[in-house]
């Protein structure tokens, strides 16, 4: 089997990646469950690439369902060292319009049951969060949305993304809220993901396509299923494109990212002093430092 440096994680409405080539399925489990689905490994233009369907690709898991940290595990053991996440999303503001692209670079955490991190049960570490995208790997994504340069889509740099439990979507007065917030889009997904993939070292980047407006927007009442549905598919179609340009520029040349590193001084529990059952179950994160 070989390593993929990259992976792919696929939103609603991206449940396969068309132009993967000398498709293998890989059906992985890992010390905290099997992931949502087989990882499906292949060659985008000669670069070896992990995809995952993060809801499945029948899309049978609630957000909530989710299991993010088998999700995140399985593509550290197949040697994913950059994941491009791509997720749906509603906008909170009018500039970022149904089609358009957001390269978010901070969230706020609104779930109530998401287990986001490897550690606990006898090992206690800390990973710094700030900055939760990896800037450098958001800088090869938004640069590839310009070079494709779409007939009317929009890309915005940077912005916060609120991560919602669901499944239900926004009250108008938590809408309102989180406008008031400065926020500028709304999903259900990103946020446990960032949190695992900084535990796993992994850089991280998402790349938020709007489907409507939330419910805070006037016209809200006039946004049908049909249209959403069809944004889902024109969005999917744009970040096929995006991905398999991101791709070749990573390639090419590979970003440093400080995430790489992230576990170097977050382990406060003394080595001698972390249970042994904890040890091998995060053997894969842990190695190159115990």
């Known amino acids: 089997m070989v390593d993929a440096r990259i992976g792919i994680i696929g939103g609603s409405g991206l449940y ?3 132009a993967l080539q000398n498709v ?9 469950g099997d992931p949502s689905d087989v990882l499906i490994l292949g060659q985008l233009d000669g670069a070896e ?3 995952l369907s993060r809801h499945g690709r029948n899309h049978h898991l609630l957000p909530s369902e989710l299991p993010f940290r088998a999700n995140i595990h399985a593509m550290k053991q197949l040697g994913v060292e950059y994941i491009i ?3 749906a999303v509603g906008s909170l503001k009018e500039a970022a319009k149904p089609l358009d692209m957001v390269i978010p670079d901070q969230f706020i955490d609104r779930t109530k049951n998401r287990v986001s991190t490897f550690f606990g049960q006898g090992i206690v570490a800390h990973i710094a969060f700030g900055d939760p995208v990896c800037p450098n790997l958001a800088q090869v994504l938004a640069d590839a949305i310009e070079s494709l340069d779409f007939p009317d889509v929009n890309l915005h740099r940077g912005g916060t993304y ?3 439990e669901g499944p239900a979507f926004s009250t108008k007065a938590e809408s309102n809220l989180y406008r008031s917030w400065g926020a500028t889009v709304i999903g259900m997904t990103n946020l446990p993901e960032a949190k695992l993939a900084r535990e796993a070292e992994i850089a991280y980047a998402t790349l938020a396509l709007v489907t409507d407006y939330d419910c ?3 016209d809200h009442d006039n946004v049908t299923v049909e249209m959403v549905i069809d944004n889902l598919q024109h969005n999917a179609v744009n970040a096929q494109k995006v991905i398999r340009e991101t791709v070749k520029r990573l390639t090419v040349n590979p970003p440093e990212s400080l995430a790489h590193s992230a576990l170097k001084y977050a382990v406060l529990t003394p080595p001698d002093q972390i249970p042994s059952t904890a040890k091998e179950k995060l053997e894969l994160l842990l190695k190159k430092y115990f």
Request: aromatic share 12%; net charge neutral; hydrophobic share 45%.
């Open 16 to 18: 396969k990646m068309d």
């Open 24 to 32: 293998q399925e890989v059906k992985l489990t890992t010390p905290f």
């Open 49 to 51: 690439v992990a995809f």
């Open 85 to 87: 996440s791509a997720s």
């Open 162 to 164: 609120v991560c919602m």
């Open 216 to 218: 805070w927007h006037p």
